[in-house]
């Protein structure tokens, strides 16, 4: 993992934890095995991650969900749902917000926006997918000062914890 370089701009997409069936709960909250392995993240990132300054997460309560967790385990103080970051949404609009900020974000959403967002950031061709989310997932992109390419700094998945 290196160097923190605090010169940076980190975004940190991350996929919300394992939800239970739908058929359980129309709402879909996390499951205990989804709790679980959200937290094993969390904990694991406590070690060697820049904090974010903000949690934004999409309106679905396994997101919130998710994100409650990271924002407590990795003491972040702001969190809070922000529109256009559903399973569909076009994550251009996540682009435009991101330019207009240089805090460092996690964004908890669903699939497939992470991955077309991962697309996005790391100028891949459409339809292409550079990282794969499993839940609990979380990849730091980041950007340096100056610069308007961003690169994948880490992926951490409960299965490599």
């Known amino acids: 993992m290196g160097i923190i370089d ?3 701009t980190r975004l940190y997409l991350a996929r919300h934890g394992a939800a239970v069936p739908e058929a ?3 709402e879909k909250p996390l499951s205990d095995v989804g709790k679980y392995e959200t937290v094993k993240v969390a904990e694991s990132l406590c070690g060697f991650m820049v904090p974010p300054d903000e949690i934004w997460h999409s309106a679905k309560l396994r997101a919130r969900q998710t994100a409650e967790i990271f924002k407590e385990l990795l003491r972040v103080r702001k969190c809070f749902e922000k529109k256009s970051l559903s399973p569909n949404d076009d ?3 996540l682009m435009s917000d991101l330019s207009k900020t240089s805090k460092n974000i996690m964004v908890v959403s669903h699939i497939p926006f992470v991955e077309r967002a991962a697309c996005l950031l790391l100028g891949e061709e ?3 997918r550079p990282v794969s989310f499993d839940t609990s997932s979380v990849a730091c992109f980041k950007k340096s000062a ?3 390419k961003w690169s994948l700094e880490w992926l951490v998945t409960p299965d490599v914890i």
């Open 6 to 8: 605090k010169k940076c």
């Open 24 to 26: 359980e709960n129309p």
């Open 126 to 128: 459409k339809g292409l």
């Open 91 to 93: 994550p251009l609009k």
């Open 146 to 148: 100056g610069e308007e």
